[in-house]
T-cell receptor, first 116, second 116 residues
């Protein structure tokens, strides 16, 4: 596709439910990032993939959060046993190259998760 | 540790006014990259500019201009003759070359409201 696509756009979950958020990066982009954006705040890094390898997951807030990118393209962020504090917008970004901080990250519109 | 501070939470201007958004950063790296992103109500972060730490030359793109000053660790963004369509949340971000994932560290954002 032309840009980064995320689905669903909105997700409402009851506390304790598991959720799965999907990200389709720009075709051919090697790097993929997940960020969490709380209301009124800037995005915060969760995890980073280079192709199918998860090279940095230092930002994942707990072991309830799990991300995968099995074929080096589509990625899924899974949150188990959701809690109210998980309510946020989850943003996915992709960039074309493997290294170099100058790479531009292109963002999707995000998934807004509300945990009741 | 890296940090980005956007002290202005919200700015309101009248159309055609000039407005400057402030960004101050902290990093121990000598090689780093600075970014500005725009987040309209649709939620998608839109890339505006990237600057590396070795290039302090100011840049102008249409009504947008950026002033990078290493001496004060600032990377300010000016919109000349603001328009209603400029209304959005603007984020300044930092990426360090020493960071494996090249993650972006964002400021809290500045809400810009341009009134007609």
């Amino acid at each position: 596709g032309a840009g980064v696509s995320q689905s669903p756009r909105y997700k409402v979950a009851k506390r304790g439910q598991d959720v799965a958020l999907r990200c389709d990066p720009i075709s051919g982009h090697v790097s993929l990032f997940w960020y969490q954006q709380a209301l009124g705040q800037g995005p915060e890094f969760l995890t980073y993939f280079q192709n199918e390898a998860q090279l940095d997951k230092s930002g994942l807030p707990s072991d309830r959060f799990f991300a995968e990118r099995p074929e080096g393209s589509v990625s899924t962020l899974k949150i188990q046993r959701t809690q109210q504090e998980d309510s946020a917008v989850y943003l996915c970004a992709s960039s074309p190259r493997t290294s170099g901080g100058q790479n531009i990250q292109y963002f999707g519109a995000g998934t807004r998760l509300s945990v009741l | 540790a890296q940090k980005v501070t956007q002290a202005q939470t919200e700015i309101s201007v009248v159309e055609k006014e000039d407005v400057t958004l402030d960004c101050v950063y902290e990093t121990r790296d000598t090689t780093y990259y600075l970014f500005w992103y725009k987040q309209p109500p649709s939620g998608e972060l839109v890339f505006l500019i990237r600057r590396n730490s070795f290039d302090e030359q100011n840049e102008i793109s249409g009504r947008y201009s950026w002033n990078f000053q290493k001496s004060t660790s600032s990377f300010n963004f000016t919109i000349t003759a603001s328009q209603v369509v400029d209304s959005a949340v603007y984020f300044c971000a930092l990426s360090e070359a020493s960071d494996l994932g090249r993650k972006l560290v964002f400021g809290a954002g500045t809400i810009l409201r341009v009134k007609s």
